[in-house]
């Protein structure tokens, strides 16, 4: 049974950087034809995509956030991060972490726009 896992600080004060974690167990993040997505959901409004991370590492951003994100991963933990520098009190949101399915072909990466596994998102608070 696959199971993701976030974890974070709960709140953090504005311009300040949020980080996250997404413990994966049950599968590997390096598994070929995998890719680990993170999401967030502001209070009061729908699912915004911020990024993703494929098997072999290569991370992929929400035009929006590449400014502001960064998205890794431990192998060896089997774990991965969100960074998001300089935030306001606008990236309050829950935050979750799910899978996706990628193809590499012609020198690009193809996401699936399905998940089949979430975690159960982790609440971020921005305020001072």
């Known amino acids: 049974q696959v199971q993701l896992r976030e974890s974070g600080p709960g709140l953090v004060k504005p311009s300040q950087t949020l980080s996250l974690t997404c413990t994966v167990s049950?599968?590997?993040?390096?598994?070929?034809?995998?890719?680990w997505s993170w999401i967030r959901q502001p209070p009061g409004k729908g699912l915004e995509w911020m990024g993703v991370?494929?098997?072999?590492?290569?991370?992929w951003y929400n035009p929006s956030h590449k400014s502001r994100a960064s998205i890794s991963r431990n192998t060896s933990k089997n774990q991965l991060s969100l960074h998001l520098s300089s935030v306001t009190p606008e990236d309050t949101a829950v935050y979750f972490c799910?899978?996706?399915?990628?193809?590499?072909?012609?020198?690009?990466?193809?996401?699936?726009?399905?998940?089949?596994?979430w975690g159960q998102g982790t609440q971020v608070t921005v305020s001072s």
């Open positions: 049950g599968a590997s993040t390096t598994t070929t034809n995998y890719a």
């Open positions: 799910a899978r996706t399915t990628t193809t590499y072909y012609g020198g690009r990466y193809y996401f699936g726009h399905e998940y089949d596994y």
């Open positions: 991370i494929t098997y072999d590492g290569s991370p």
